[in-house]
């Protein structure tokens, strides 16, 4: 049998799509068991699927495509999408700001298993290889698969254990697409010995604000046995490029308030005592009473508020929950995601180069691109 179409990755987009073309036959090719397995763990089994406010200010990536993805398939949409097919995500606030959670990520899982019941599924088979000759011919551990069109949905190289593979990337290449560098984001920093201190504070977190390339983030810092971790430390991984970090541990406060009295310096400050204690112990301070401070001793403690830290590198690939980077966007028609190199090859999702903060932001652009593949494809 030739498909119409064949999506290689039931992930995100693959599921949207699949569950969106009419008219058609359609293959879904799979190297998991199971469908949506990153969607199954994602916002802590309760996937974070889109946020309050989204814009391309979110996102790494050409603003103008990004901008198109998004006015074709808003968070509006999406969330109409939801609600008519009985899922009612809401507001929690609590780890980003505006982030829509569903009542659980088996939802969403179950709402595709249903929408793409029409979709032959091929589970355990892990495509291999491309070529073309007239129609595709898509070489698996299993059989060989022929399609009129392919849409490549295989995702980015996080997450190995949850079915990632470099497949886009390999196809993208084979068929002349040059690949923006890839590296790890919305994961945590490893630190260099200056920052060892943070290790003895693993379990802790702090509210901080972190100043990133003109990017600001407030929120949890938390500190991990290899270095630092939390949302606005994996928000700051996206922008991260070699190089230094500012982190204010006392955001929206002034540090002379806490100068004052004659509080011992580890219990003078909003701030953890295992914090301070470790923190002065960095700086060579020896806890004692604010009031015996010299001038010298306060101005040490002011990096409180612009902390410079260099991270050393990155939890890696296997704890991030994106990759950055990826096809370059420039060799794909922005209309229809169609290949500039290879007539009826497609590539959507997370192997593109768009990446989003956390939040919400990347199930969002994912599947407003899938809506937009869709589209044109149903033409
Ligand atoms: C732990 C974790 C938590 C996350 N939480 C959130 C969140 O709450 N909110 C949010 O917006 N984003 C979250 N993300 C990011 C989000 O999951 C991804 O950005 C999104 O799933 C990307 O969609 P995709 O369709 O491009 O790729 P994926 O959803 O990764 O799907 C790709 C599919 O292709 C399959 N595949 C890969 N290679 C092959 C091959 N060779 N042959 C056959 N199949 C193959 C994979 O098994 C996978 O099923 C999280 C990611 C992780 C890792």
Known sequence: MVFDIAIVGAGASGLMLASLIKNKSVCLIEANEKIGQKIKVSGGA?????NEKVSSSNYLGDKEFIEDILKEFSNKELLNFLN?????????????????????????????SSLTTHVKKYLKTKVLDISFEKNFFIKTNK???EAKKVVIASGGLSFESLGASSIAFDIAQKFGHNIIKTSPALVGFTVQKEQFWFKNLSGISAKVEIKIDKKSFYGSLLFAHK???????????????????LIDFLPNEKIEKFLKGNKKISTAFPLAKRFMTEFLKSIDIEDKAVSQLTKEEKNKLSILKNYEFCPAGT??????????GGICTQEINHKTFES??????????????????LGGYNFQ??????????????E
């Open 84 to 112: 008519k097919n009985r899922l009612f995500p809401k507001v929690n606030p609590k780890i980003v700001k505006g982030t829509y959670f569903c009542q659980s990520s088996q939802e969403v899982i179950d709402m595709f």
């Open 315 to 324: 939890f890696g690939y296997s704890k991030a929950e994106v990759t950055k």
């Open 227 to 245: 270095g630092c971790s939390g949302p606005v430390i994996l928000n700051s991984s996206l922008y991260w490029q070699k190089g230094k970090i």
């Open 365 to 378: 652009m994912v599947f407003s691109q899938a809506v937009k593949c869709a589209n044109f494809l149903n």
């Open 143 to 145: 059989n060989i698969i």
């Open 46 to 50: 309760k996937c974070n699927i889109t």
């Open 340 to 357: 500039l190199k290879q007539k009826n090859l497609y590539f959507i999702g997370e192997c593109l180069d768009i990446t989003g903060e």
